[in-house]
């Protein structure tokens, strides 16, 4: 396969995380092409060297007029879960917050109990269909936690279905055990107990049946404490998981402080980071995953600091979130508004924070993130003249063609049999 006449090539070029001015350079070629074998990016370059690579059997797509980026990568989401939280909306129009919601029985304990009531072929179901979405809108691979179980059967369903999803839908599932998103209701008045039953039943079952990579805990005022995140981390970090944390989301309370101390691959949420956390996450080279989506649902009338972080040397990715509860959408490109018009970052750190630090922050910066000679050819083409464009005209899908492992998924605003 060959892309030729790129308007605006967005290389995103390297395979490390990208901190300060170099988030500002997304590597842009105009006029540019890619040379595709089998799943893997051959040649990158400028004007018509491709010509002498065409065989008759090639597939050649014409980007006049295009912009090409890599694939998007969600490096932060919940979007294996039962039923929705609509019901939620005028409770936060009348000003009720995130935690009141949940210690009212709502929130994640309401999709707790929605999620262990279906089955695993509806659950399944309803989180491809949120993957089509997402491959629709220009999305190649994402994080997934569970979370949404709280109990050993239902988080293990979820896991699987990660794992299911993972081997057959287009997009690549990276998946995250997250049973430390909540107390559950029935453990509410013995925290330690749930805690323990996590450490010692659940973290070495899900590492030996290899059903997630990661680790994550919510370190947040009325969730987990400091003390107990670092209890729950440290022993998923002892078993072989990579670890991530959301962190200081509604106040600050030390996660990110915690998650430069575990040296995690990212802190998540950081709307309350603090600039010792920040400088934390700097000093250890921990991956800022910021979710202004979820600032916008929850009318926080705030957004993480994403300037100060970049300022202060913090490698940042943006991801949406996904979840019922928080931010019911799938589309990075909506993110990409608000991490613009909310955060006042620029198109080209926008670009390299949904690529190839949000690679990094998923750990696979060696295999996607860029289009760059040896990596694999998961590719969005958007039907904008340029960056500035795609970013400016908001609020439609841009999306023109979706390459995943060198073969066209999406094209026509259809998903491609």
Same mark, same amino acid.
């Given at each position: 396969?060959?892309?030729?006449?790129?308007?605006?090539?967005?290389?995103?070029?390297?395979?490390?995380?990208?901190?300060?001015?170099?988030?500002?350079?997304?590597?842009?070629?105009?006029?540019?092409?890619?040379?595709?074998?089998?799943?893997?990016?051959?040649?990158?370059?400028?004007?018509?060297?491709?010509?002498?690579?065409?065989?008759?059997?090639?597939? #050649?797509?014409?980007?006049?007029?295009?912009?090409?980026?890599?694939?998007?990568?969600?490096?932060?989401?919940? #979007?294996?879960?039962?039923?929705?939280?609509?019901?939620?909306?005028?409770?936060?129009?009348?000003?009720?917050?995130?935690?009141?919601?949940?210690?009212?029985?709502?929130?994640?304990?309401?999709?707790?109990?929605?999620?262990?009531?279906?089955?695993?072929?509806?659950?399944? $179901?309803?989180?491809?269909?949120?993957?089509? #979405?997402?491959?629709?809108?220009?999305?190649?691979?994402?994080?997934?936690?569970?979370?949404?179980?709280?109990?050993?059967?239902?988080?293990?369903?979820?896991?699987?279905?990660?794992?299911?999803?993972?081997?057959?839908? *287009?997009?690549? #599932?990276?998946?995250?055990?997250?049973?430390?998103?909540?107390?559950?209701?029935?453990?509410?008045?013995?925290?330690?107990?749930?805690?323990?039953?996590?450490?010692?039943?659940?973290? *070495?079952?899900?590492?030996?049946?290899?059903?997630?990579?990661?680790?994550?805990?919510?370190?947040?005022?009325?969730?987990?404490?400091?003390?107990?995140?670092?209890?729950?981390?440290?022993?998923?970090?002892?078993?072989?998981?990579?670890?991530?944390?959301?962190?200081?989301?509604? $106040?600050?309370?030390?996660?990110?402080?915690?998650?430069?101390?575990? /040296?995690?691959?990212?802190?998540?949420?950081?709307?309350?980071?603090?600039?010792?956390?920040?400088?934390?996450?700097?000093?250890?080279?921990?991956?800022?995953?910021?979710?202004?989506?979820?600032?916008?649902?929850?009318?926080?009338?705030?957004?993480?600091?994403?300037?100060?972080?970049?300022?202060?040397?913090?490698?940042?990715?943006?991801?949406?979130?996904?979840?019922?509860?928080?931010?019911?959408?799938?589309?990075?490109?909506?993110?990409?508004?608000?991490?613009?018009?909310?955060?006042?970052?620029?198109?080209?750190?926008?670009?390299?924070?949904?690529?190839?630090?949000?690679?990094?922050?998923?750990? /696979?910066?060696?295999?996607?993130?860029?289009?760059?000679?040896?990596?694999?050819?998961?590719?969005?083409?958007?039907?904008? /003249?340029?960056?500035?464009?795609?970013?400016?005209?908001?609020?439609?899908?841009?999306?023109?063609?979706?390459?995943?492992?060198?073969?066209?998924?999406?094209?026509?605003? /259809?998903?491609?049999?």
């Amino acid at each position: 396969m060959i892309i030729k006449n790129i308007e605006c090539l967005v290389t995103c070029a390297g395979s490390h995380k990208k901190i300060k001015e170099k988030m500002k350079d997304a590597k842009i070629i105009e006029n540019g092409y890619v040379v595709i074998e089998n799943d893997i990016i051959k040649e990158v370059g400028k004007g018509e060297t491709y010509l002498k690579k065409i065989k008759d059997n090639d597939i #050649v797509i014409d980007a006049k007029g295009k912009t090409v980026t890599p694939g998007l990568i969600d490096s932060h989401t919940h #979007v294996v879960y039962g039923g929705s939280r609509e019901r939620e909306l005028p409770l936060k129009l009348n000003n009720m917050s995130y935690i009141d919601i949940l210690e009212s029985g709502g929130g994640i304990l309401s999709t707790v109990r929605d999620t262990k009531d279906a089955s695993f072929e509806k659950l399944y $179901e309803e989180s491809k269909k949120r993957l089509d #979405v997402m491959l629709l809108h220009g999305t190649t691979s994402i994080e997934s936690k569970s979370g949404y179980g709280l109990d050993f059967e239902t988080e293990m369903k979820m896991l699987e279905v990660n794992k299911k999803l993972n081997a057959i839908h *287009p997009i690549n #599932v990276f998946s995250t055990y997250l049973g430390a998103h909540a107390i559950p209701e029935e453990y509410k008045d013995d925290r330690e107990e749930y805690i323990n039953f996590m450490i010692k039943k659940v973290i *070495p079952y899900v590492k030996e049946n290899n059903l997630a990579e990661f680790i994550d805990c919510f370190c947040e005022k009325g969730v987990y404490s400091v003390e107990e995140a670092r209890r729950i981390l440290s022993a998923g970090k002892e078993k072989g998981f990579k670890v991530k944390i959301h962190a200081d989301e509604v $106040e600050s309370i030390g996660g990110a402080e915690l998650a430069g101390e575990l /040296k995690a691959t990212s802190a998540e949420h950081l709307v309350a980071a603090s600039r010792e956390g920040i400088k934390a996450l700097a000093d250890n080279e921990v991956v800022a995953v910021l979710l202004p989506t979820t600032s916008f649902y929850l009318m926080l009338n705030k957004f993480a600091s994403a300037r100060e972080m970049i300022d202060s040397g913090v490698p940042i990715a943006l991801a949406t979130d996904c979840n019922p509860g928080s931010s019911p959408t799938e589309s990075m490109q909506q993110v990409m508004t608000f991490a613009c018009f909310g955060m006042k970052l620029f198109p080209q750190e926008i670009i390299n924070a949904m690529t190839i630090n949000a690679a990094c922050a998923v750990n /696979k910066q060696k295999e996607i993130g860029s289009i760059e000679v040896g990596k694999k050819a998961d590719i969005a083409i958007f039907n904008s /003249k340029n960056l500035n464009y795609l970013i400016y005209h908001f609020g439609v899908n841009s999306i023109d063609k979706v390459i995943k492992n060198g073969k066209i998924v999406v094209q026509d605003g /259809k998903i491609m049999n």
